[in-house]
Structures are given as C-alpha cells and as structure tokens.
C-alpha cells in the first residue's frame, strides 16, 4: 500500500496518476493473493474435487501466483517515478533503506522471496528435490510478510484502505467457492484451473483395471506426480521414486492427472477392461 507521506506530497498529475497505479496494482495483488490462498486450501483440503467433480490442475494455481506477483513488481516499481519525492531504487529494493519503515521492509522481503521462489522453479535438475522443496515452501512465510505489510499499510492510509481490504479477504474465498459451485466445470477446464474429465470404460458396465509404470530414464524426480496423486506416488528422502503399479478404481483419476502433470512425460498409464 501507498504511504499516506506520499499521498499528501504528491501534488502534480503525473504524480496523481502514479498513486492511482501503485494503489490500484496493490489491490489486483492483494485480490490476486487471496484467490491463490483460497484456491489451494480447496484444492489441498478435496473441497475443488467435491464441488466440480474434477481434479484442480497445478498450473491454474501458478497461474495465479504469477499474476500474485506481476502485480506486486508493478506497486513497487512505480514509486521511482514519482517526481515530487526522491524515491530511488536502493528504497524499492533494499529493506530500511534510507530510513525505510518496517511495513515497507516486510513487503520487500514479501515479494523478493516470492519472485526468487519463481525463478527458481526450474532448478529441479540441478538440486535435491527435498531441498528445492524446502526453499519453495517459504512462499508461506513471505505471504505471511506481504500480508502484514498490507494490512499495515492500509491502516496508516486511512479507514477506507482498511474498508478496502477487509472486503477483499472476506469476498476472495467467498467468489471462489461461488464460481466453483455455480459455474459449469467445463469452463474452468477451458481456462486451466480443472482437469479434463477422464475418459470412462470402453464398455457399458466394465472396470478398467490401470497399470502405471515410470520411464526412470525420462524422469527426472520432480515430485509433481506425487502432488498430483500422493497415493499412487511417492518420493522418498534418497530421491528414488516409489509408486503403486495397479492403483485401485478411486485412485486412477489421480493417476491420469499425474501423467498428464508431468513435464517430462516419464507416466505410461495402461488400462485393461474387465
């Protein structure tokens, strides 16, 4: 959020036009960060599976960190163009800089971890997966930081800014548990935030019995299939790959929505009516 020193010294269009930005993008990544929250408790708790009968696809959730974060560097980025106020870019960048205040230096952090947890994401060759998880699960932590510095934020600019953001974090979970009760899951499939229905027997009144098998020399330990389908697959400490050769009926949609989550295409999946 804006600083409320800011806002009173600011006086020039330009300058106007900038604080619009910079409040209006803050809010787009505030709504952004709810949605993201929301849509993976939904998905971790099976509340997504429950109410549209379909899988929630990993990438709908990157989709919408990264929008979370695009957001987030355009704030940030449009105080240096301010004209009325020095604000250079050690400010933007370094936390307490030039006298920066503690909510400023919790966005920062906030915000820095997430991007470098972005960049990150493809380093899954280089490093142990159990390390590189490790390292991406401080995105709850930096959350955690922009959260405070929103709120903070918003309470030194005023009872609106609070208004403003209260009603965000109550409207967020409230809009993604109405879309996915209310709207069609084929258009959520469409946008990348469902798994395709899987495809039934080839037969009226047939069980398809499934056989997974994994192409060691494709894989390359990601862990997305066990995020996918934790009871079929899983990663162990030493980094090799346990998973269940014939998964039972309930587990088979996990199954395809693992291989088809798998960047590598190492999952062969086989189904044999009976």
Known sequence: ???????????????????????????????????????????????????????????????????????????????????DIDFGMAKILVPFADGGLARHALGILGLELMVAITITAGLHRTVKYLNWLRFHQLAYPAVAMTVVHSWFGAAANGHLSLL???????LAPALTLSVLRLMPPKHLVRIGLLDAPPVGPSKPGK????????????????????????????????GRLRYTRNPNAAQNDQAQAAARACP??????QGVDQ
């Open 1 to 83: 959020m804006p600083d409320p020193l800011l806002l009173q010294a600011a006086t020039s269009p330009h300058d106007a036009g900038v604080r619009e930005m910079a409040a209006l993008s803050a809010r787009l990544a505030y709504v952004a960060m709810c949605l993201t929250l929301s849509w993976g408790v939904l998905t971790a708790t099976g509340w997504v599976r429950r109410l549209s009968g379909h899988h929630a696809l990993r990438g709908g959730h990157q989709m919408l960190a990264s929008f979370t974060i695009a957001t987030g560097i355009t704030h940030a980025a449009a105080f240096p163009f301010l004209d």
């Open 207 to 238: 069980a398809v019995v499934m056989r997974v098998s994994v192409d060691n020399q494709r894989c390359r330990r990601y862990g997305i299939c066990q995020q996918e389908a934790p009871d079929v697959f899983q990663l162990r400490e030493d």
């Open 164 to 170: 403003w953001l209260g009603g965000i974090t109550v």
């Open 264 to 269: 590598m295409r190492a999952i062969q999946l």
